[in-house]
């Protein structure tokens, strides 16, 4: 299993940015899906960005125009850079990682790390 450590989160007033990162404790090119998800009180958690199928970039509606996913393969890191933050963005996001072996899909997840966006 990939152990995925992140950072960057906290607190914002509406309008501002936040950038997260998520380390893999592999070589991304041993990941097949890597980005991160989000979960608010309430609600089931959502995909907010990922790359899939290698560089293959995957946006949610909400998402799209505002954030921005990374890739820094020298460090085994995702990065979610989050401009025009909303209230409606303060959730738990979570990093999330696929592998795959054998036919056999993976999914190994980081224990996330909390953005308020408030003023």
């Known amino acids: 299993q990939v152990q995925l450590v992140e950072s960057g989160g906290g607190l914002v007033q509406p309008g501002g940015s936040l950038r997260l990162s998520c380390a893999a404790s592999?070589?991304?090119?041993?990941?097949?899906?890597m980005g991160w998800y989000r979960q608010s009180p309430g609600k089931e958690r959502e995909l907010v960005a990922a790359?899939?199928?290698?560089?293959?970039?995957n946006y949610a509606d909400s998402a799209k125009g505002r954030f921005t996913i990374s890739r820094d393969n020298t460090k085994n890191t995702v990065h979610l850079q989050m401009n025009s933050l909303k209230p409606e963005d303060t959730a738990i996001y979570y990093c999330?990682?696929?592998?795959?072996?054998?036919?056999?899909?993976?999914?190994?997840w980081g224990q996330g790390t909390q953005v308020t966006v408030s003023s």
């Open positions: 592999i070589s991304i090119f041993s990941i097949n899906a």
């Open positions: 999330y990682a696929r592998t795959v072996l054998g036919g056999t899909a993976y999914d190994s």
């Open positions: 790359f899939t199928s290698g560089s293959i970039t």
